[in-house]
């Protein structure tokens, strides 16, 4: 592949000894530095399989981590080599297809994007072989997940086959990036305050034998409450500590007077109810003009969020 060089592949490793060594035969034709991150796996890693591979580096965590910080691991020793451009990351139970690994990274090679990762749901057959509840709750989170991290035109965030530049990654703090199953979007939400262009591309997932480590029970929970959490770090950065535009100012007044039309519309009829009275037709009038009003403020607000979404270099 051309850029092989300048390509680095992380691939964070967690009882999945069946499908590594097929994973790693598979990514060094696109990439002559690897690093597989053992994150303190259960299943022995077959090192001696892989030792047959010279471009390939093992790292092991003194402690599980989880998958973000394994993947935060690999980065860090790959922004070390001068050489790697772009990082690839690719996880080792082999549900990824590795052929797209040049369309992944030819965008930021070109100077056309930032972050290019992979969209399962764009594939209409490949979105038929997906287990339903998985289907269920990409397509969930993935509308959450626009209106957090800001980037309204990507979907399928919780895919973890992407590719992204060390430049973008340099300028990103890490801490602030999930060690779980957020690790993901947590990192596009942060690309978010660089403006970086992220460009989606269409690609199956591969459904085998494979277990998947995610929880079904938590998993919904945990990712609404770092969902909420991002979204108001970015609509305070975004609105008010970076800039404050034409978006803050619909904010600014239409939250409180939708917000304060429901509560003064409810406690008036409340108060009207209890005491078997009548409300006047003024009091129902400024109840309903606030919460219209308001309303159609923040519906402005998000307007303005969407058209505001950071654009690659050929949009």
Request: include cysteine; hydrophobic fraction near 45%.
């Amino acid at each position: 592949m051309k850029n092989k060089e300048n390509t680095g592949i992380v691939i964070p490793y967690f009882n999945a000894k069946d499908h590594i060594v097929s994973v790693v035969k598979k990514a060094v034709e696109y990439s002559s530095h690897i690093v597989i991150v053992n994150d303190c796996s259960l299943d022995k890693l077959p090192v001696k399989e892989l030792s047959g591979f010279s471009n390939v580096t093992i790292i092991k965590t003194q402690k599980n981590i989880g998958v973000g910080g394994a993947t935060k691991l690999g980065f860090e020793f790959l922004e070390k080599i001068k050489q790697v451009r772009v990082i690839v990351k690719l996880d080792a139970d082999d549900q990824m297809d590795t052929s797209f690994i040049p369309e992944l990274v030819k965008p930021i090679f070109n100077n056309r994007a930032d972050f290019v990762k992979g969209n399962r749901f764009r594939d209409y057959k490949a979105l038929n072989k997906m287990p339903k509840l998985r289907r269920f709750g990409n397509l969930f989170l993935s509308f959450l997940s626009k209106v957090a991290t800001g980037y309204w035109h990507c979907f399928d965030f919780n895919n973890g086959f992407f590719a992204i530049s060390t430049k973008s990654l340099k300028q990103i703090n890490k801490l602030s990036l999930a060690n779980n199953y957020f690790f993901e979007t947590s990192l596009i939400g942060e690309l978010y305050f660089q403006r970086a262009g992220i460009k989606e591309i269409a690609m199956p997932a591969i459904y085998g034998d494979e277990k998947s480590n995610m929880s079904l029970v938590r998993m919904p929970f945990l990712f609404s409450i770092n969902l909420f959490k991002k979204f108001i770090k970015r609509i305070l950065k975004a609105y008010f500590i970076y800039d404050f535009n034409i978006g803050t100012i619909y904010l600014l007044f239409g939250l409180p007077m939708f917000i304060g039309g429901i509560i003064y519309g409810a406690y008036k009829w409340w108060y009207f109810l209890n005491n078997n009275l009548l409300a006047p037709l003024g009091t129902i009038m400024i109840s309903s003009l606030l919460i219209i009003l308001g309303f159609q403020l923040v519906l402005q607000a998000i307007q303005f969020d969407i058209m505001n979404t950071p654009k690659t270099n050929n949009e």
